[in-house]
């Protein structure tokens, strides 16, 4: 089994393509390339999860496009997310807020950023979106920067599907990633 995660999936919404720039024509050539990569990298024992802003469709087109999607997931709840329904049916679980072990890494998990997040001194690490690809991403690297500076860990990444080339991501592919573009030290 793999573990992924992804964020600001967006299904349906049409402005996302303006403010994130994404390279798409249509909500649909969006929607299909976001299954298509999910499904290409993700199998069905795969876990992923979400961070937040899944859809803005109905209930009944959002079911539509999860039971298209492989893999267990499990919700951690954005500002867009009105999950109630059948979409419940789609997680395994659906939070506000998670911490969790993977390979001996403590990871918190939110759909909102937070630089002094839980055992961030001891060199854990925070999985967030919310924020795009925006100058509020920026001045979260910033934040984060700062704190460097400061011989202060901060491992915190961004996860937004804009972010990884509209798919879900591993945890050393999130490092990796940041290690090659140069977003801050990583202590890991």
């Not at 909500?27 to 992923?48: P, R």
């Not at 854990?124 to 920067?145: C, D, L, P, R």
Request: aromatic share 14%.
């Amino acid at each position: 089994m793999n573990v992924y995660f992804t964020s600001d999936l967006h299904f349906g919404h049409k402005n996302i393509i303006r403010f994130d720039n994404r390279p798409f024509k249509s909500v649909e050539e969006m929607d299909d390339t976001l299954i298509c990569n999910w499904n290409k990298k993700v199998n069905n024992d795969d876990l992923v999860y979400i961070l937040g802003d899944i859809s803005w469709y109905n209930d009944e087109k959002t079911c539509e496009i999860f039971s298209r999607l492989n893999g267990r997931k499990i919700l951690i709840k954005g500002n867009h997310d009105r999950v109630h329904g059948n979409i419940k049916n789609y997680f395994e679980e659906i939070t506000d807020y998670k911490e969790i072990t993977l390979d001996g890494k403590h990871i918190t998990l939110c759909h909102y950023p937070i630089v002094f997040f839980n055992r961030h001194h001891y060199g854990a690490f925070m999985f967030y979106g919310h924020v795009h690809n925006s100058h509020e991403w920026q001045m979260t690297e910033n934040y984060k920067y700062e704190l460097q500076q400061l011989d202060i860990s901060c491992n915190m990444f961004n996860v937004g599907t804009m972010v990884h080339n509209y798919e879900p991501v591993s945890f050393e592919e999130i490092v990796k990633n940041m290690i090659e573009n140069k977003r801050g030290d990583i202590n890991v």
